[in-house]
């Protein structure tokens, strides 16, 4: 490809990884067109604004969209490269559902022509790409889709590069982290290679699509599996009363050990998810990932129980929960255990719970009747005497030792130096 390549883009889904993707290859030079089936979330891009929270994205979609260049619809237009970042949720907790990921792909098989480039961005099984161009090749006889076709140069180029960026680091990282590059053929690869290379300055590493699905699913599981150790650590430190902190800061000092912090559990679409993608494939030979699963989803429960202890020991006092998203200083709350544990408690202890949560405004809907309040910090340490530390907002951690010191503590994530599990 020549160095000023900047094709059309589509990108297929607007949500936290498709927004910032679309954003950022549009500022490199592209014309993005973001493609969602929510006219709202289309009408607001469109106005230059953003319906998620993310650090720098508003300011790079309200430059992007008043250059010309971004723009968004409900409708996939022709293009020169289509990108799919839509969800890949579980059915019935543990079974990969890729029912968007295919309609993604029969949404764009009416405007693929020859030369085109489409590229799973999406978290899948191993195989999800090949599937994808399964519909797209039943629907487009007229063109030979990569994968769907024996031998030959495909006029539509299949390839799998799954994202690996943090929340609150979403549009740095892009650029800067490395990405493994899959293709249904080795030009596959090498086409959306040279896509990848417009925008993003890591190294771009090419090879198979499976193993591209598997590297991702691999990357989160093992995180699952290191934090589950950590998680179960805790609860046996909690048992012993031992400070699980002290425990792990003192082994860290081990040459060889790197022993990750326990929390309340996990959270997010990717470590809480991921792992079941891989104990699907093989559900026979698994039983370390679906162990860590089961070990980080009971960390939950268990601070649930302990929570509500504390809750029952002191039935007057109100109960202030600190941080509702799955992970600090962001607004998502997908599978976040710290939800579920502030859940659990307001339809125990309805109004006696006051939840905290700077990145959003209103709580849930599944709140509805319990009573329970979205009040400020503030608001939440004048009025509670019992207090749990579930997300280590950075707000949260400017709490003083002084404000605390007439309140009983649940730390969850060690950082106030008061000794919690």
Not at 184 to 193: N, Q
Request: glycine share 8%; proline share 6%.
């Amino acid at each position: 490809m020549p160095i000023a390549y900047t094709p059309d883009v589509a990108v297929i889904g607007l949500g936290y990884i498709g927004l910032p993707s679309a954003a950022v290859i549009a500022r490199a030079g592209c014309n993005v067109t973001g493609v969602d089936k929510v006219p709202q979330v289309v009408d607001t891009i469109n106005r230059g604004e953003i319906h998620i929270e993310e650090n720098d994205l508003d300011q790079l979609v309200r430059d992007m969209v008043a250059t010309g260049r971004l723009s968004a619809s409900t409708k996939t237009p022709q293009s020169d490269v289509f990108v799919i970042a839509v969800p890949t949720p579980l059915r019935n907790g543990r079974d990969p559902d890729i029912s968007f990921v295919l309609d993604a792909a029969k949404n764009i098989a009416p405007a693929l022509k020859a030369g085109d480039l489409v590229i799973l961005e999406s978290t899948s099984p191993v195989g999800t790409t090949r599937e994808m161009a399964k519909v797209m090749a039943e629907a487009r006889t007229d063109l030979r889709i990569s994968g769907a076709i024996d031998g030959g140069e495909p006029d539509v180029h299949l390839a799998y590069c799954p994202e690996r960026v943090l929340p609150g680091k979403i549009i740095t990282e892009l650029v800067s982290n490395d990405r493994s590059i899959g293709g249904l053929s080795p030009a596959c690869a090498s086409r959306a290679k040279a896509f990848y290379e417009i925008f993003v300055e890591g190294e771009c590493s090419e090879t198979q699509a499976e193993v591209a699905e598997m590297v991702k699913l691999v990357e989160n599981a093992s995180r699952d599996v290191n934090i589950a150790f950590a998680n179960e650590l805790s609860m046996v430190t909690d048992k012993l009363g031992i400070d699980v902190w002290e425990v792990i800061s003192l082994a860290n000092r081990h040459p060889r050990v790197n022993i990750m912090n326990p929390g309340p559990g996990v959270g997010g679409h990717c470590i809480a998810v991921d792992p079941w993608f891989l104990v699907s494939c093989a559900p026979d030979v698994t039983p370390l990932m679906r162990t860590a699963r089961e070990v980080n989803d009971g960390k939950c429960v268990y601070v649930q129980g302990r929570a509500d202890a504390m809750a029952q020991a002191n039935p007057d006092a109100k109960i202030a929960c600190l941080g509702l998203s799955f992970k600090p200083n962001i607004d998502d709350l997908r599978e976040s255990p710290a939800l579920d544990i502030a859940l659990a408690l307001a339809k125990k202890h309805g109004p006696r719970v006051m939840a905290v949560e700077p990145h959003i405004d209103t709580l849930p809907d599944s709140f509805a009747d319990t009573g329970a309040q979205l009040v400020s910090l503030e608001a939440a340490l004048a009025e509670c005497d019992i207090v749990l530390l579930l997300v280590d907002h950075a707000q949260f951690l400017d709490v003083s030792k002084d404000a605390l010191a007439d309140k009983q503590v649940y730390d969850t994530r060690g950082s106030w130096g008061l000794g919690s599990n």
